[in-house]
């Protein structure tokens, strides 16, 4: 029985630049570069992200008294808090969750202001590869628990493995 439709006739021009276009606007480093929140600090893609200083939004519900304070040098030193709303002053950009609820005059679930903020982080975490970042983040993207068996002995494996944020297959 002959199949007319194998093999595949080869792919137009016009399909294979409409393959490469697609596949180089999936690689551009907008499509996946990533940025933190000022009101969470959680990381969230840069093209999602909103600026703080073109939104037009009420940080009253931000400020809180008690939870940041003033890096002390010795024990001596008077604890004082730091006044206004409480953002990371590195970042300007605010991720469309927090957005939402910081308009509807509400407190982010994972704000710095609702008891989050854990100061700035130490010189030694600041230049560390995408891999490390992930070996010391509190959450794991995926967890894979993979258990051998063989005869009487078992054998217990765990590897940590991470997803391919890359959905298209070329």
Request: net charge positive; hydrophobic share 35%.
């Amino acid at each position: 029985i002959s199949n007319p439709g194998f093999p595949p006739s080869a792919p137009s021009q016009k399909l294979m630049h409409q393959i490469f276009t697609d596949f180089c606007k999936d690689i551009d480093p907008n499509q996946f570069e990533e940025s933190g929140c000022a009101v969470c600090g959680q990381l969230t893609q840069s093209s999602t992200l909103k600026k703080l200083s073109e939104m037009n939004l009420n940080l009253d519900i931000l400020i809180q008294d008690g939870v940041t304070q003033v890096e002390r040098h010795s024990s001596k030193d008077a604890l004082s808090n730091i006044e206004g709303p409480i953002l990371d002053s590195d970042l300007d950009s605010i991720c469309q969750t927090c957005y939402k609820a910081v308009s509807k005059g509400k407190m982010p679930l994972l704000a710095l202001a609702n008891g989050k903020w854990i100061g700035k982080a130490p010189p030694q975490l600041l230049d560390l590869s995408f891999a490390e970042q992930l070996l010391v983040a509190r959450v794991r993207h995926n967890r894979c628990l993979v258990r051998v068996s063989s005869g009487m002995h078992k054998m217990r494996a765990n590897a940590i493995s991470f997803s391919n944020p890359t959905p298209k297959i070329y």
